[in-house]
Nanobody, 121 residues
Framework: QVQLVESGGGLVQAGASLRLSCVSS????????VGWFRQAPGKERDFVAG??????SVLYANSTEGRFTISRDRNTVYLQMNSLKPEDTAVYYC????????????????WGQGTQVTVST
């Protein structure tokens, strides 16, 4: 069953912005940490950003270089991506964790099916 649903991906030029959204049908979604991950063809799935249950704590991968911002309200988690680069091209996945905080090392409990982000030169 689909636990999370991502949206907002697309094809853009370098330097453009996109805002990804993640929603869940689970009532406990607002109690869990949530993360964004991405996977480019032939590469590992990497952590991008994470946010705690109440939005009070955030984590970012170094590769975001200050260009990305994660945020949330009760039902939706967002990833604002600015100054996009071709290297950002990947399928972006939303995932919820078992506890109230996102983690770089612990695996999430539930995954979405991904949304494609393509950045052209």
């Amino acid at each position: 069953q689909v636990q999370l649903v991502e949206s907002g991906g697309g094809l853009v030029q370098a330097g453009a912005s996109l805002r990804l959204s993640c929603v869940s049908s689970r009532r406990t979604f607002s109690n869990n940490g949530v993360g964004w991950f991405r996977q480019a063809p032939g590469k590992e799935r990497d952590f991008v950003a994470g946010i705690s249950w109440n939005g009070g704590s955030v984590l970012y991968a170094n590769s975001t270089e200050g260009r990305f911002t994660i945020s949330r309200d009760r039902n939706t988690v967002y990833l604002q991506m600015n100054s996009l680069k071709p290297e950002d091209t990947a399928v972006y996945y939303c995932a919820s964790f078992r506890g109230p905080y996102a983690s770089r090392t612990m695996g999430p409990q539930y995954w979405g099916q991904g949304t494609q982000v393509t950045v052209s030169t």
